[in-house]
């Protein structure tokens, strides 16, 4: 039972990942049919965004009220009757309005699942249940590009991936029991387990920590919180950057067509879910903070690569290496919560990491956005590198400052 609740929460992850490529690689055709500008595709990531950084935050609160199973069933529910709703619009307004059901959706549902995994699975599972969000992802631009290309139409791609959608939400509505049988299997489990000493520790850890937080007014004040959340912020910002502005960059810069940019995108995503594949065997042997290290100089590599002005196929091969760069960090520093801030503090501070996460996701992009109106799609390159280069500062000062404090201890 336990091994079907995993592939229920992987399936729950596809769901979440199958919109969020969408709009970017639909967005070189969408635009013009809609009468909108190139740099509006930034204010419906932001409402998304949005709407994922409000339900994330209350997350803790519906979890209690209705639980996880609910939550998750609801939440593709939304995001299914969004995705129909994005097939039929007429205009940027109606997009306006869909995208907020879409990021209202997401959030509750990513808080939860996120951090039901990072406080009873080890890193690997981590690692696969966002290897499944990148399956959604990448499957998404494929689906686009398929209907740009067979039927010259993004509307049809999107009403694909709302049945695809819908076909989920049956999965989960059939196995909704599951959810209260496997909670109380781990309630019972955990019961009857003894503490082992490393918990025990970890325990003497979480009241430090809870004296920590009382003496100094607040969770945001761990030893730190702060710059961990900076590179939530970063992460989000420049994986949804690349996400949603790498096809117009190919058009709009590169002259590539539009269905192709829609498949290299694609292949962007693509970058990611086979580096958390990958991921969740490498951490049988090597830890997160070491694999977050070299994720993020392998994706600097690739927006080097990207950045250089040569064949369009080293462009492909900048988005792939950044993909693949990309793929360790996100899962990585979630999953280490619990280790650096005590499992006393991880559900609150998972809400909030996901919150600050989509806040990046819900500023850096459409300030690309306006920066591209007002100057050239072109500078994509170097905002990526920027944004990735902040992201390695703001990791690493994170272990400098838990190595010190641990040297002290």
């Given at each position: 039972?336990?091994?079907?609740?995993?592939?229920?929460?992987?399936?729950?992850?596809?769901?979440?990942?199958?919109?969020?490529?969408?709009?970017?690689?639909?967005?070189?055709?969408?635009?013009?049919?809609?009468?909108?500008?190139?740099?509006?595709?930034?204010?419906?990531?932001?409402?998304?965004?949005?709407?994922t950084?409000?339900?994330?935050?209350?997350?803790?609160?519906?979890?209690?009220?209705?639980?996880?199973?609910?939550?998750?069933?609801?939440?593709?529910?939304?995001?299914?009757?969004?995705?129909f709703?994005?097939s039929?619009?007429?205009?940027?307004?109606?997009l306006?309005?869909?995208?907020?059901?879409?990021?209202?959706?997401?959030?509750?549902?990513?808080?939860?699942?996120?951090?039901?995994?990072?406080?009873?699975?080890?890193?690997?599972h981590?690692?696969?249940?966002h290897?499944?969000?990148?399956?959604?992802?990448?499957?998404?631009?494929?689906?686009?590009?398929?209907?740009?290309?067979?039927?010259?139409?993004?509307?049809?791609?999107?009403?694909?991936?709302?049945?695809?959608?819908?076909?989920?939400?049956?999965?989960?509505?059939?196995?909704?029991?599951?959810?209260s049988?496997v909670?109380?299997?781990?309630?019972?489990?955990?019961?009857?387990s003894?503490?082992?000493?490393?918990e025990?520790n970890?325990?003497?850890?979480q009241?430090?920590?809870?004296?920590?937080m009382?003496?100094?007014?607040?969770?945001?004040?761990?030893?730190?919180?702060?710059?961990?959340?900076?590179?939530f912020?970063?992460?989000?910002?420049?994986?949804?950057?690349?996400?949603l502005?790498?096809?117009?960059?190919?058009?709009?810069?590169?002259?590539?067509?539009?269905?192709?940019?829609?498949a290299?995108?694609?292949?962007?995503?693509?970058?990611?879910?086979?580096?958390?594949?990958?991921?969740?065997?490498?951490?049988?042997?090597?830890?997160?903070t070491?694999?977050?290290?070299?994720?993020?100089?392998i994706?600097?590599?690739?927006?080097?690569?990207?950045?250089?002005?040569?064949?369009?196929?080293?462009?492909?091969?900048?988005?792939?290496?950044?993909?693949?760069?990309?793929?360790?960090?996100?899962?990585?520093?979630?999953?280490?919560?619990?280790?650096?801030?005590?499992?006393?503090?991880?559900?609150?501070?998972?809400?909030?990491?996901?919150?600050?996460?989509?806040?990046?996701?819900?500023?850096?992009?459409?300030?690309?956005?306006?920066?591209?109106?007002?100057?050239?799609?072109?500078?994509?390159p170097?905002?990526?590198?920027?944004?990735?280069v902040?992201?390695l500062y703001?990791?690493?000062?994170v272990?400098?400052i838990?190595?010190?404090?641990?040297g002290?201890?």
């Amino acid at each position: 039972m336990a091994t079907w609740f995993l592939m229920i929460i992987y399936m729950a992850f596809i769901s979440l990942g199958l919109p969020d490529s969408l709009l970017g690689s639909a967005w070189p055709v969408m635009y013009p049919d809609l009468h909108a500008s190139l740099g509006s595709a930034g204010i419906i990531a932001m409402i998304i965004a949005a709407g994922t950084i409000v339900s994330s935050l209350f997350s803790g609160r519906l979890i209690a009220m209705i639980g996880t199973g609910k939550i998750t069933l609801i939440s593709c529910l939304m995001t299914a009757a969004a995705l129909f709703g994005f097939s039929a619009a007429p205009s940027m307004l109606w997009l306006i309005v869909l995208a907020i059901p879409l990021g209202l959706g997401a959030g509750a549902v990513d808080a939860a699942l996120n951090h039901y995994v990072a406080a009873n699975y080890q890193a690997h599972h981590m690692n696969w249940l966002h290897c499944f969000w990148g399956v959604g992802a990448t499957m998404g631009p494929i689906i686009m590009s398929y209907s740009i290309a067979t039927n010259d139409s993004w509307r049809s791609g999107y009403l694909t991936v709302a049945g695809i959608q819908l076909g989920l939400v049956i999965i989960l509505l059939i196995t909704l029991p599951l959810w209260s049988k496997v909670a109380a299997i781990h309630a019972r489990e955990q019961a009857e387990s003894p503490l082992s000493s490393a918990e025990q520790n970890d325990n003497w850890e979480q009241h430090k920590d809870a004296a920590t937080m009382k003496n100094r007014n607040g969770i945001l004040n761990l030893h730190g919180i702060k710059p961990t959340l900076a590179a939530f912020l970063l992460y989000c910002g420049v994986e949804m950057t690349v996400g949603l502005w790498g096809a117009s960059y190919l058009v709009g810069a590169r002259g590539i067509s539009a269905q192709t940019a829609a498949a290299w995108v694609s292949l962007y995503y693509g970058g990611i879910t086979v580096g958390r594949f990958i991921t969740g065997f490498i951490t049988l042997r090597v830890g997160n903070t070491m694999l977050i290290r070299c994720g993020q100089l392998i994706s600097i590599v690739g927006g080097i690569i990207l950045l250089l002005p040569m064949a369009d196929g080293l462009a492909l091969a900048g988005l792939i290496l950044i993909g693949l760069g990309l793929a360790p960090i996100y899962p990585g520093l979630l999953h280490e919560t619990p280790t650096r801030f005590g499992k006393s503090n991880s559900a609150k501070l998972m809400g909030y990491q996901m919150a600050v996460a989509y806040t990046g996701t819900t500023f850096l992009p459409p300030l690309f956005g306006l920066l591209a109106t007002r100057t050239s799609v072109g500078m994509f390159p170097w905002v990526v590198l920027v944004f990735l280069v902040l992201m390695l500062y703001s990791a690493e000062r994170v272990n400098r400052i838990l190595s010190y404090r641990k040297g002290r201890n």
